[in-house]
Structures are given as structure tokens and as C-alpha cells.
């Protein structure tokens, strides 16, 4: 005779997520993590003006621009007078294009749409990924205090709109590797869509070797060398699938250049290793880690740990790889700690007992995407966000085209802005085309460490005024430079031009 499952009761270990929500019934399983993407999405809609403030969205959107107007790809640099020229290639170019395809000089309206709509997407994934270990209700509030974590680094650029593509891409990687399997093909488009988006894919395909070797360790021993061996092919393809760009393999190699920039890295906001002078979410984080493997007795797979240790080294290293570390480390750890307290087998068991409705499900879908539209609607107004001010010193840049300045020293937030009034710039965000010594000249220069290296690089790059953010002591040097004299100032920046230089003829300008 069959044996009849128990009903749960108080001294049945199990985990609250099996027993923590109603099940919904009639509906795709699709369908919750949806909701929830819309709900996230909403919310980021709504907060849209935390996206508007670094002015790499600027210079982003000028390079889309102009792809779409010469139906061709940047090989050189145009947009400085200090490397123009010079070889430098886009590896973001599809999202840089997207969002030139969203963005109006007087409505930041699609560009905030465009990321939360990213954002959105990412959340739907995640939860999508944990349902077989997390009803939506748990993984929605896991995933919550996890994209505010990695909020510091949700600005309207191109990372953001591969953050989806990240979740999936991985998240099929590990649910290969908890069947025991080779990963599926359907992945190799995300890889492909994901190198075309952001210089990020170099990290799936190094995750690849790692939850590869996880699924490797964890089969039986006489399928592992089968299944390294599809492993590997997998591996390959996906390399093969990453070169499917414009520039084919030169992909590869421009997304790994901005790691060469040695000393430079820990003087960039993003690149800085993790801060723990004061607790964060990051390291509140860190800490729960802690305290739940000792508390919860859950052991993991040495491989797992290897996994783990990876994704902790590299948000240490740069706090710009928090947001996968945040996305990334609930996938590692999902199936380990269902299996150690029971819930997968539940939770499939109450999965099977519903079956979907295609009218329920298509009834709530069109419910969910109709009122997203209709706030999306209410808030796609001119007026609704404005780019961070600091950024965009739009008085002062009037002033010196009215002098046809030429060659501005400026500090590197305002060269994105610079670039989009068609000015070619000194320095702004593309770090990696400018290289080490000349980017260290300039933080030398700006923050006041060393007069002689300013006065060097205003001689050598014949600069005939500079525009420098108010707060940099480079501002308050200049006032004091023989040879220069203060033209204009507001709240946002200071120009100064040399005393002797006479106003250039319209004809003598760019």
C-alpha cells in the first residue's frame, strides 16, 4: 500500500518558504516573477533621477548617435584632442545605440525607461531561477535588500542593460550544473547578445570553466569525462559566440584592456576596491554569510566554495562587481541549501498539483503589462527627470563657444558634456584609450598634488582654457597661475583662459 505524505507540523523540519505563502493556481509559473519585475520596475521608474547623475551616459549616447547616422562603428577616437585618432572601438556598442535610439535632448524620459525596464527584467529572471528552490513571495524579499545593495552602481549606462542577460546566462550555467548536465545551446545567443552589450561577458565565460568544473566534480566518475569534454566544446562555442560582434575577436581583447590600467584602477569611483570604514549592505551582507554557515550547518561543495570565494573577491576588488555578486551568490548557494532543508522536492511535488489556465494567464498578463503602461505613460513627461546639474555646466560652455575655445582642460565628468555640445574634449570617462600615465598626469593636475604637472600638460596640449568643477583645488590654482585669468563662475564650474589670448574669429574656430 502506498504511503501517504504527513501533513507538516511543528516538529517536521522545513523550510518557511514551503509553507510561508498560498500557492497561486491557473496561472504559468512565469506569470509571479513577472508581477514582480513590473513592480521593480515601477519602483525604479518612479526614483528615475538616481540613473541621470554620471556623465558616461552622456558620451554614451553621443557614440550611439553617431553610429546610427554613418551606419558604421567607431575604429578611432573622435571625440578628444588628446587622442585623436588613435585607435579605440566600442565594446557596448548595441546598448550605446539603444539608448541613442530612447534618448531626446529634452526628455530623459526613455533613457530612465530603457534602465529600469533592464532592471525590471533582471528581477523577473532571479526569481524566475529560484522558484524550483523559493516560492516568488521569499524570493521577492530576498531580492529586494539585493538591488539596493547594488544601487550605487544603477546608472544609465550600458552594464545595466546586460544585467538581465548576466542572470540568465549564469543562472542556466547553474542549472546545468545541478543536473549534472552540459549547459543548453539556447544559452550561446545570450553570450553572443551579451558581448554586443557590455565588455562584461569576459566574466561569464571564466564562469563557465568554474560551474563547469562544479558539475564535473558532482557527476558520477565514469561520466566525467564525458561530460567535461561537452563542457569544454560548450566553453568553446561560447567563445566562438562572444566574437560574433562588429568587430569580431578585437571584442575580446578592447573588454580585458581596461584591467591593464594597474595603479589607475583604485583612483576610479567603480573600480575602488569595497570601503568597510562604515556598514553597508554589501557588508551587512558579508557578515549574514557568516553567521548563516555557522547557524544553519549547510555544507557546500568545495567547488561551490570555490564559486563563492570567486564572487566575493571580486566585489572586494571593485565595488563595481558588487551588483553580481548580489545577483549571483543566492544562485550558487539555492540548490545546497534546499537540499539541506528539505524544500526542493516539496515545492516540485506542490508545483505539479496546478495547472496553468491559458485564459487565467493571459487575463493577468495583459492586467499587469496594462498598468504598467499607463503609469509608464504618467511619467514619459519632459519634465519628469533632469540630468544631474554638476555634470553639465551649460553656462560656462556658452560662454566659451562664444570665444571658440578649442582646446579645454577640463575635468573628466564635464568631458562627457563637452562631447555633446560637439566640443572634443581633453579627458572624459574611456579611461582605457587615454592610458595609465596619462590619466594619473590628470588626477595629479586636478587635485592640486603637483602644480608642475598641471602647468606641463598646459603647455604640451596648448590648452587655451580649462573648465574645472568648483570643488577641485586645480580651480583655485589657475586663479593664481601667471599667464591666466578668470573669466566666468557659477555653482558648477570656473573658466579660466590665458590673458594674453585674444577671441578667436569664427573662422579660426573648429
Known amino acids: 500500500m502506498r504511503r501517504c505524505a504527513r501533513s507538516p507540523t511543528p516538529e517536521t523540519p522545513m523550510s518557511i518558504s514551503v509553507i510561508s505563502s498560498v500557492p497561486v493556481r491557473g496561472v504559468a509559473r512565469w506569470l509571479l516573477p513577472v508581477c ?40 578611432t577616437d573622435i571625440y578628444s584632442f588628446t587622442r585623436a585618432g588613435e585607435a579605440w572601438i566600442s565594446s557596448s556598442w548595441l546598448s550605446q545605440v539603444l539608448f541613442a535610439l530612447v534618448y531626446e535632448p529634452s526628455n530623459w524620459s526613455g533613457v530612465v525607461i530603457l534602465t529600469s525596464l533592464a532592471i525590471g527584467a533582471t528581477a523577473a529572471i532571479f526569481v524566475y531561477l529560484l522558484e524550483p528552490y523559493l516560492e516568488p513571495a521569499r524570493a ?6 539585493l538591488l539596493f545593495m547594488s544601487m550605487g552602481h544603477f546608472l544609465a549606462r550600458p552594464h545595466m542593460l546586460a544585467l538581465p542577460v548576466m542572470v540568465a546566462f549564469v543562472g542556466g550555467l547553474l542549472a546545468a550544473a545541478d543536473r549534472r548536465s552540459a549547459p543548453s545551446w539556447l544559452l550561446l545567443p545570450l553570450m553572443a547578445l551579451w558581448a554586443n552589450l557590455h565588455g562584461g561577458f569576459v566574466m561569464g565565460l571564466a564562469l563557465i570553466g568554474a560551474i563547469g568544473l562544479d558539475a564535473i566534480a558532482s557527476c558520477d566518475r565514469k561520466d566525467r569525462f564525458a561530460l567535461a569534454a561537452r563542457w569544454a566544446v560548450f ?87 558588487i551588483e553580481a555578486f548580489a545577483l549571483l551568490t543566492p544562485l550558487v548557494l539555492a540548490k545546497p541549501f534546499a ?41 514619459a513627461t519632459p519634465s519628469r527627470y533632469a ?15 562664444k570665444r571658440h575655445a578649442q582646446r579645454i582642460f577640463s575635468t573628466a565628468p564635464i568631458g562627457g558634456y563637452l562631447i555633446t555640445r560637439n ?30 604637472t598641471l602647468l606641463r600638460l598646459l603647455e604640451t596640449y596648448r590648452i587655451d582654457a580649462t573648465l574645472l568643477n568648483t570643488t577641485v583645488p586645480a580651480a583655485r590654482i589657475m586663479d593664481h597661475l601667471p599667464g ?17 589670448a585674444p577671441v578667436r574669429s569664427p573662422s579660426a574656430s573648429r
Open 36 to 75: 514582480i519585475g513590473v513592480g521593480v520596475y515601477l519602483f525604479f521608474l518612479g526614483i528615475g533621477d538616481i540613473m541621470l547623475r554620471d556623465s558616461d551616459t552622456l558620451w554614451q549616447i553621443k557614440i550611439g548617435q553617431w553610429i546610427l547616422e554613418h551606419r558604421a562603428m567607431p575604429y
Open 140 to 145: 521577492f524579499v530576498l531580492v529586494t535588500p
Open 387 to 401: 540630468f544631474i546639474g554638476n555634470q553639465s555646466p551649460a553656462a560656462a560652455v556658452d560662454i566659451l563657444e
Open 235 to 321: 566553453g568553446l562555442a561560447a567563445l566562438a559566440a562572444s566574437c560574433c560582434t562588429p568587430y569580431g575577436w578585437n571584442t575580446l581583447l578592447a573588454s580585458t584592456k581596461i584591467l591593464s590600467l594597474g595603479k589607475l584602477l583604485s583612483l576610479i569611483w567603480e573600480w575602488m576596491p569595497a570601503d568597510f570604514s562604515s556598514l553597508d549592505l554589501f557588508g551587512a551582507s558579508l557578515l549574514g554569510l557568516i553567521a548563516i554557515g555557522y547557524y544553519s550547518g549547510v555544507v557546500l561543495s568545495w567547488t561551490r566554495i570555490f564559486l563563492l570565494l570567486g564572487l566575493i573577491w571580486a566585489a572586494l576588488n571593485h565595488v563595481r562587481n
Open 339 to 379: 537540499e539541506h532543508f528539505g524544500v526542493t522536492r516539496a515545492l516540485a511535488l506542490k508545483g505539479s498539483e496546478a495547472r496553468p489556465s491559458f485564459a487565467l494567464t493571459a487575463i493577468a498578463a495583459l492586467a499587469i503589462v496594462a498598468a504598467g503602461w499607463s503609469i509608464t505613460r504618467s511619467y
Open 484 to 500: 591666466w585669468k578668470r573669466l566666468y563662475a557659477d555653482d558648477i564650474a570656473v573658466v579660466h583662459v590665458r590673458d594674453d
Open 423 to 452: 566640443i572634443k574634449s581633453f579627458i572624459d570617462g574611456r579611461a582605457e584609450l587615454y592610458g595609465e600615465q596619462f590619466v594619473l598626469d590628470y588626477f595629479d593636475a586636478v587635485e592640486g598634488k603637483n602644480v608642475d
